[in-house]
């Protein structure tokens, strides 16, 4: 039997919590049977959403924490002085080993600095970048950074862009991905201080299949698997996305109330039309790794459901076995020298 | 009679050029008595196009001239070699006073560059924004600055808020237009180190009505009339509305084409469906406006049509009317110290 799993949920974190919490990791535990779940939080309340459900109990594991960090909370007062609040206790099961990896939809700023501080970065890896999935036409790209590491510096966005490359290719099966870096124009010369000076060490890293320069108008058209960019403006770019999207539903849905005529035709494309906004939807895709921890920290949406939890346990599995890690620190130790390809 | 509006078209600029300029510039003439245009470009093709319609000849004037700026080309060399093109041409009429504004579907790197160089910045403005205008559910948001100048400085971002501020006040009729600044979060301590540096000075600033952060998430749906950022990341977002527009309304009809029952329905809910995408189609609200030069400088898509043209050339009437650069003039010089509100 290969070897277990471990991934701890933290159960308190987010709008549904612990409810869809403790539903999606128990659908991920009987979905795969390499999965074993630690539910972190207050004991009575995840015993009594776990009682609904039937799975495997060696496989589902709760742990008691008194204590839960607020959204609202600022974040390194939270992580330094909540030591018995379930998003602590996560962090330390991955740090101390007992775990593989995490998944939270708590308070983001409280999660990238647990990361940094709890976790702790992999030897060589001087930030840790946040790196959502996005659906494109092609399929899905990662937005590496988007929100961990504002002002970052060239050499931060050239370890951006490998660990990208190597999450890409092992979790994704993406062989050879392609990468590119945001920027305002197509052309080398363009862009701002930071594009400009990260644009040539790209060009010059063996261990990636760098494309050059992409726009934003062309992201979602899905014209390279890694989007390379400093945390701001790749938060700006996925917060846009989720933005126009659903304004553009509601609107959508607002003009075909308008007239009987309309009304009669929704109803008929109704089907087809969710199935396709669905495969669009940015949360469909589990939630957004906190890539070059020691051990996997995966944030999803405040306002994960089920489907979105389950998705990001899954997610462990890929990431245990392929070793992403063991191939992050040796990319990071030889740092650009020697060609070290992810194994396909 | 009032005073003429004087617009000179840039006839060779853009994809479509010249014949949806010549188009657009007409219509505009048509639509409106106090607008007189210049068309400025090859005398013998632009006179093939103007054949085509009727309009009155005291308010259409063709300019010759002899060169075109490719988008290709490197912005400073062209605008500094090429005297003879029409960009070049456009922006010396504005710059003698001969044209209150300026219209352009050309190369936006030669726009830029051209508008600082020979139209000129107003005295007290550092840097000129590019600021155009958003679909949103409300209506439409002016996001400001979105591509003109990166690495901007706070006290860049100050002078956008008031400029556009002005500008939504005047020319859209936004009474006590919101002002928002782009961030990462909704809080206060949150951002980059520019974002970061800039809310106080914009919180401290009388003459604007600062509503604090702004999501890139709320935007789409109308969270504040205007929007400052720096150029980096509202060019991102900008681009971001551009891209997944385009992708959701493929996948939309992909979608609808794959079933008879949906087809069927698609016929049905295409008017109303057409109407609700055009609506928030960022194309259709006109150029860009460049912001704090001796004149309107106007910036079109480069695939932009007769509708794009005329709106662009229309928005040089309230422009003129409105005062707009000696609004900005006042408060460049009162520079915060002082409220001046911009005439109801």
Known sequence: MAEMVNVAVDAMGGDNAPAELVKGAVEAVNEDNRIKVFLVGRQEEVNKELAKYTYDPARVEVVHASEVIETAE???????????SSLVKCMKMVREGTCDGMVTAGSTGATLVGG????????GVDRAPLAPLIPTEKGVS????????????PSNLVQFALIGSIYMESVMGVKN???GILNIGAEEEKGNALVKETFPLLKELKEINFIGSVEARDVPAGVADVIVCEAFAGNVLLKTYEGVGMTMLKLIKKG???????????????????????????????????????????????????IEIKNSVLQCIAFKEQKINEKIKENMS???????????
């Not at 990662?142 to 510096?153: E, P, Q």
């Open 74 to 84: 600022p974040p390194v007062v939270a992580i330094r002085t909540k030591k018995d």
């Open 116 to 123: 940094q501080l709890l976790v702790g970065r992999i030897k």
């Open 142 to 153: 990662l937005l590496i950074d988007c929100g961990a590491s504002v002002d970052a510096k």
């Open 177 to 179: 991905p392609t990468v």
């Open 256 to 306: 075909l109330m308008s007239n009987l005529k309309s009304k009669i035709g929704a109803l008929m494309i109704k089907p087809t039309l969710k199935k396709t906004l669905k495969g669009f939807n940015v949360e469909e895709y589990g939630g957004a790794p906190l890539l070059g921890l020691n051990g996997l920290v995966v944030k999803t949406h405040g306002s994960s459901k089920t």
């Open 334 to 344: 030889n740092n650009g020298k020697e060609k070290i390809l992810p194994e396909g």
